[in-house]
């Protein structure tokens, strides 16, 4: 048998209930000796543009194996369940956009196939637990090397995996408009925004970006690092991700800018 492979794995499900633990004991009851990594299981309810979101985040950081994502509002639906293959290892979850990104990140979906082989699905009178019946054998079983990939089911190819369609920011003469992608438990809010989108509208860091939400305008600093400025005061710097945050020394920028996930957001010279 060949090594086996961690399962990194990332879900809507929260912690209240008992899904994330019945997904792991069905992992562990087909392989035991397969590591599980919680990337989060606080994705909000049924997002999955944020679900891809964070799993692009992570993808870089997490070992070779298997991403197991579930984020999946069309369970029981005509949707896919689909296992793909890429350059980094196997991505198994809902064909909805949520493993969409994140396999770009790592070189693309090289071959794919729906989850389908009875063999490896588990029987359940209801369809509502595909992360259980369904995700959870197949990323077990690729992660120990008990099946392969052409194993579980029909292939599919690649460039009909359903896609994440993610904005991207408008860069005009003076001024960028763009959304705010997430928002941290922290209350920082990333956006869809480059510190290279900004140099181009003639920013730069150390100086002051007037923030323009809905009818608000507050201004903010472009600094390095939240030490950069006085506790209470506003900021814009470049997050872990290599994207530009908004935040508030101590505080919560989504209070400051009244602004969530999802709202638009332009930056431009004061």
Do not use: C
């Not at 396999?103 to 082989?117: C, L």
Request: glycine letters at 10%; charged letters at 20%; a negative charge.
């Amino acid at each position: 048998m060949p090594e086996p492979r961690p399962i990194s794995f990332l879900s809507d499900f929260g912690l209240d209930d008992e899904f994330v633990g019945v997904v792991h004991g069905v992992i562990a009851r087909i392989a035991p000796e397969v590591r599980v990594i919680d990337v989060t299981h606080r994705v909000p309810r049924g997002d999955v543009r944020a679900g891809a979101l964070a799993l692009m985040r992570a993808i870089q950081y997490l070992p070779e194996g298997v991403a197991l994502a579930v984020v999946d509002p069309g369970v029981g639906t005509a949707r896919k369940a689909i296992a793909a293959e890429t350059p980094w290892g196997y991505f198994v979850g809902p064909d909805n956009g949520l493993l969409s990104p994140a396999a770009a990140i790592v070189g693309g979906s090289v071959r794919a196939v729906a989850i389908e082989n009875p063999e490896l699905v588990l029987p359940s009178s209801g369809a509502t637990f595909d992360g259980r019946d369904r995700f959870a054998p197949a990323a077990a079983a690729l992660a120990s090397g008990q099946a392969s990939l052409d194993e579980l089911g029909p292939a599919v190819h690649p460039d009909d995996i359903v896609p994440m369609v993610l904005p991207l920011p408008e860069i005009g003469e003076s001024s960028i408009e763009g959304e705010a992608w997430w928002v941290d438990s922290f209350g920082n809010v990333q956006l869809n925004v480059g510190p290279e989108d900004l140099h181009e509208v003639g920013l730069s860091e150390g100086r002051p970006v007037e923030v323009i939400v809905g009818v608000l305008r507050r201004n903010a600093t472009w600094v390095r690092s939240y030490g950069d400025v006085e506790v209470g005061t506003p900021l814009l710097h470049v997050d872990s991700s290599g994207m530009l945050a908004l935040a508030v020394r101590e505080g919560s920028a989504t209070d400051f800018f009244v602004l969530r996930s999802g709202s638009r957001v332009t930056l431009r010279k004061p």
